[in-house]
């Protein structure tokens, strides 16, 4: 057997890869929900991380392995590879597959455990939307997916919404730059994986009654297509126009992206210009944000967090040459604080900042009932005691139960609860 991965994860090698993950221990894997796969899947805990291992030809794994590296170092949202395990014989000498081996994203939530009959129509849009801005973030650099599809995707709760991470590139392909021919193919194959997984679902009774499957397979599309044009289309403007400019990189700075430059050409009536904005990548709310806290956390988290920092700063009236002594003791006063007051067995229900903003919106509804602001301390209290304590554990779902692995993902149900309260700020902003 060899093994190329991480010298940080070297205990991985002692796994029992003398024998196919089917055959694998129930006390070595850790049952999990995942999407349908083409592949045995199997997730293992080690020194309280969880890894998912996938068994797969070896030129595959290979390819998939340096793939993944590639995305990581673009920054782009997908699962972090650890190893590749090649040259597998079992007891008898006969060889066995390959395996990947890459690390399980905390918090994260496949399709199916969100596409049941509690899911809201609202909510299923917000995933389509989160697919479609993951399409866009891979076509900027190149990377042709092929296989798009739910299953090869999972989500993490964003500030009300939902980010995407890409966990399958074993078909994916990294060009310079794709063609509308490639990327026209990416998005029929993304719509019609799509709406063949929901049918899937809708045949076992586990869709919403108000969703369609064709006709959402076919809004992914329509979702991305005015996402591409936003980010990546030419803006032609009047020489007096440039505040149009100026807006231009403010949607797409809101939409979570930074531009690196603006290109600009002059039209042949000499009154008019083309400018064509550069799009470097998204994160950019997330990046100013670690930056000036530390806090590492999804897009709309971050953009959520930084608008109380804001008010935070104002509050205390510091100008914007003070920012980062505000976030300094935003951190302190009002994060840290709110960490604080969650008990130690209520943490895994959901991400710190994905609490601090669901505080946000808790403060937001409790002043609007009392007519006037409510004392931040009351309002973490109240919120813990009435909204937090009544979630499910998800971190606990998805991430510290042993026993028999589940390869039917449909007999390990999680019954996520609408929220009660539809209209919060957060969702009207969208």
């Not at 969880?50 to 797969?56: G, H, L, N, S």
């Not at 794994?61 to 699962?79: G, H, I, N, Q, S």
């Amino acid at each position: 057997m060899r093994m190329t991965g991480s010298f940080e994860e070297r205990r991985l090698a002692d796994l029992p890869w003398g024998a196919p993950l089917e055959q694998w221990p129930d006390d070595l894997v850790v049952a999990l929900p995942r999407g349908i796969s083409r592949h045995i899947v199997r997730f293992v805990r080690m020194d309280g991380v969880i890894y998912a291992v996938k068994e797969v030809e070896e030129h595959f794994a290979v390819r998939e392995y340096e793939l993944l590296f590639d995305l990581v170092r673009r920054d782009l949202p997908c699962v972090v590879p650890v190893g590749v395990v090649l040259d597998r014989i079992d007891d008898e000498g006969e060889p066995l597959p390959g395996a990947l081996i890459t690390r399980h994203l905390e918090f994260s939530l496949p399709y199916r455990a969100l596409f049941s009959s509690s899911l809201r129509l609202e909510t299923a849009n917000r995933l389509l939307d989160a697919l479609a801005l993951l399409l866009v973030q891979v076509h900027l650099v190149g990377f042709s997916w092929n296989d798009c599809s739910l299953s090869n995707t999972l989500f993490r709760r964003d500030a009300g919404a939902f980010a995407a991470y890409l966990v399958d590139a074993e078909t994916g392909e990294l060009h310079p730059r794709l063609s509308d021919g490639q990327r026209d193919y990416d998005l029929e194959t993304a719509a019609m994986n799509v709406a063949g997984e929901l049918m899937d679902l809708q045949a076992g009774g586990r869709l919403h009654e108000g969703i369609d499957p064709i006709v959402t397979g076919v809004s992914l599309r329509t979702r991305y297509d005015a996402l591409w044009a936003e980010i990546t289309e030419p803006l032609v403007i009047s020489r007096d126009d440039r505040y149009r400019m100026e807006a231009r990189v403010r949607r797409l700075n809101e939409l979570g992206f930074d531009v690196a430059e603006l290109q600009v050409s002059t039209q042949s009536d000499g009154e008019h210009i083309t400018v064509a904005p550069k799009v470097v990548d998204a994160g950019h709310h997330s990046r100013r944000l670690i930056r000036l806290t530390g806090l590492d956390v999804e897009e709309n988290q971050a953009r959520r967090l930084l608008n109380d920092l804001d008010s935070y700063r104002v509050k205390l009236g510091l100008g914007s040459a003070d920012e980062e002594i505000a976030a300094h003791r935003w951190v302190t006063d009002r994060f840290e604080r709110v960490m604080a007051e969650v008990p130690h067995a209520m943490r895994g229900k959901l991400e710190p900042a994905e609490i601090f903003h669901e505080v946000l919106e808790h403060r937001w509804f409790m002043s609007e009932r009392a007519g006037s602001s409510v004392p931040f301390e009351d309002v973490v209290r109240d919120y813990v005691d009435t909204i937090l304590s009544a979630k499910p554990d998800e971190q606990s779902v998805l991430g510290s139960r042993e026993g028999t692995p589940s390869d039917d993902t449909a007999t390990l149900r999680i019954v996520i609860p609408a929220d009660p309260r539809p209209d919060s700020p957060s969702s009207r902003l969208e």
